[in-house]
């Protein structure tokens, strides 16, 4: 599976932007998405995650503000990011992990895409 994250930019706060990120490979559709994020000097945390049935799980951090959703027929997975604060200006990175559920872990998600910017002004 090969990953490629869009969609990011620079917002002010309260503004919105959809990443994208593009799947290749035929086990997308079964595969559990991650979306991952890293700050200047932080640790990689997550966001947000997704089954191939649509069970979602997010971090507290963004929970209401964000959502995660997938098209198995484009093998794509968006993250909606709405209300979006300064702290939430980091690299934006999306995984796949084609056996097991979805996981906030990184090291139990087996592919990884290069990262798209989001800087959040105040």
């Known amino acids: 599976v090969q990953l490629q994250a869009s969609g990011g930019g620079l917002v002010q706060a309260g503004g919105s932007l959809r990443l994208s990120c593009a799947a290749s490979?035929?086990?997308?559709?079964?595969?559990?998405m991650g979306w991952f994020r890293q700050a200047p000097g932080k640790e990689r945390e997550f966001v947000a995650a997704?089954?191939?049935?649509?069970?979602?799980d997010y971090a507290d951090s963004v929970k209401g503000r964000f959502a995660i959703s997938r098209d198995n027929a484009k093998n794509t997975v968006f993250l909606q990011m709405n209300s979006l604060k300064p702290e939430d200006t980091a690299i934006y990175s999306c995984a796949a992990r084609p056996s097991g559920g979805r996981s906030r872990y990184p090291s139990d998600y087996d592919y990884w895409g290069q990262g798209t910017q989001v800087t959040v002004s105040s």
């Open positions: 997704i089954t191939w049935s649509w069970s979602t």
């Open positions: 490979g035929r086990t997308f559709s079964r595969s559990a």
